[in-house]
């Protein structure tokens, strides 16, 4: 049996044992481009992971003719181009702001919202949470203040159905059916809980994007207070906890605190690839990254939404049996059944120095179970939330599969054995 799965290097301290932040936030950009070994990086936040054909176009060029011709999906949906040469930062700026994905320089590192990706789909969950994602957006970008959010600073809106409430968001908004609310609700489809650092508070839905706002300049406030340069909220002392409360006040939204605590903001299912309701598919990006031409494959779409699972929901394509031969014949993952469904894997080599192997050559599915994670050191970039099968590189060549030693010709087999047998480990990041 396989040793159960160590515990993922802690991002903080424990609470009331803040990490002291003696830098600035040095997280990458789509003006803030990061050099790694592979040439320079650009991340692109993409609230709610949001892309219009356009957009997609504009993607694929970037990759094509500034980068190396692929397009990385990140746990928080957004998009990285990597490979960029030295001097092209102006030119990929001007296509990005061309095609309106740089609506703010000032605020396109804070722009980090995840949205429940197939609200307003499938009949499940609150729709509006995608309009809040639009409205929050639009918010930060309108508020100079806001610019001095981390570039790791997160807000997450989950529909009801509880599949990106547990993502570990700084600010998490959760939609409530109506009449669950003793707020007015009168003129809203919902209510909403909002969550911050352990408390909720019951808003209306009209009021829900605002909140999260407020939430936000509470935490700033609490940050300048606590003089740790804090990034996250979860970086706080305990005594310099966030006033929600007073910030709510003083912004006029009606809320009601209500009983809270970390453990319900549980990790739902995410969706699986195939078709999503009755105008729309969902597939994967083989072990998180796209070629141009795949992602140019999602088109026609009315609009594609990126996931924090490395996937994409097509919005608007039918689910008849051409449209899903055609997106498998490109090498996406279209079926729930296929064995790399949930595979995913950091940069590694030779893109990335730290790392001490090529993890996406030695990448296997193993068995359909867990989703598994290759890692090419202990850092773990980008690994899933929840329970995961944890694959790490040594500097001997083998790896740790949940802790065990594994030699790398073992590793179908013991990858195999541990999405399946894997106990039940939860991770948090």
């Not at 059916?177 to 508070?201: I, T, W």
């Amino acid at each position: 049996m396989l040793a159960a799965m160590p515990p993922t290097p802690p991002s903080a301290p424990e609470r009331g044992e803040a990490r002291i932040r003696d830098r600035g936030d040095a997280c990458p950009g789509a003006l803030r481009l990061h050099t790694a070994d592979d040439g320079r990086l650009a991340r692109l936040r993409l609230p709610a992971g949001r892309l219009t054909a356009r957009q997609i176009e504009t993607l694929a060029h970037a990759a094509e003719s500034l980068g190396d011709g692929r397009i990385s999906l990140t746990s928080r949906g957004n998009a990285e181009l990597r490979g960029l040469a030295e001097g092209c930062g102006a030119e990929l700026a001007a296509l990005l702001a061309e095609a309106g994905l740089l609506p703010s320089p000032t605020h396109e590192r804070v722009r980090n919202i995840v949205a429940s990706p197939a609200a307003g789909l499938d009949g499940l969950g609150g729709p509006e949470v995608q309009l809040w994602a639009r409205e929050l957006d639009e918010l930060l970008c309108a508020e100079p203040w806001t610019a001095a959010l981390s570039g790791r600073f997160l807000f997450v809106l989950d529909d009801g159905r509880g599949d990106v409430a547990g993502l570990g968001g700084d600010v998490t908004l959760v939609a409530v059916e109506r009449g669950s609310s003793s707020v007015s609700s009168a003129s809203f489809s919902s209510s909403a809980l909002l969550y911050v650092g352990g408390r909720a508070f019951r808003v209306g839905g009209a009021d829900a994007p605002r909140a999260a706002l407020a939430a936000a300049g509470a935490f700033l406030d609490a940050a300048r207070e606590a003089g740790n340069g804090a990034w996250r909220v979860r970086e706080l002392p305990a005594e310099c906890a966030p006033d929600v409360a007073g910030a709510l006040d003083r912004a006029g939204i009606a809320a009601e605190p209500v009983p809270a605590a970390e453990s319900l903001l549980v990790l739902g299912p995410p969706p699986a690839p195939g078709p999503l309701g009755p105008t729309a598919l969902y597939v994967l990006a083989p072990l998180g990254r796209l070629t141009a031409a795949q992602l140019r494959a999602l088109l026609p779409a009315e609009e594609v939404r990126l996931t924090p699972w490395r996937g994409a929901v097509v919005v608007g394509a039918t689910a008849e049996a051409g449209r899903l031969a055609g997106l498998t014949s490109y090498g996406l993952i279209t079926r729930p059944d296929s064995p790399w469904a949930g595979v995913t894997a950091c940069t590694g080599l030779p893109g990335c120095a730290k790392s001490l192997a090529d993890v996406r050559a030695d990448a296997h599915p193993g068995a359909l179970g867990l989703p598994v994670h290759y890692s090419g050191c202990e850092r773990r970039c980008g690994h899933p939330h929840g329970t995961w099968v944890d694959v790490v590189a040594t500097a001997d060549g083998a790896y740790l599969v949940d802790g065990a030693p594994i030699p790398r010709t073992a590793l179908p087999e013991a990858v195999t054995t541990a999405r399946t047998t894997t106990p039940a480990t939860t991770t948090t990041r």
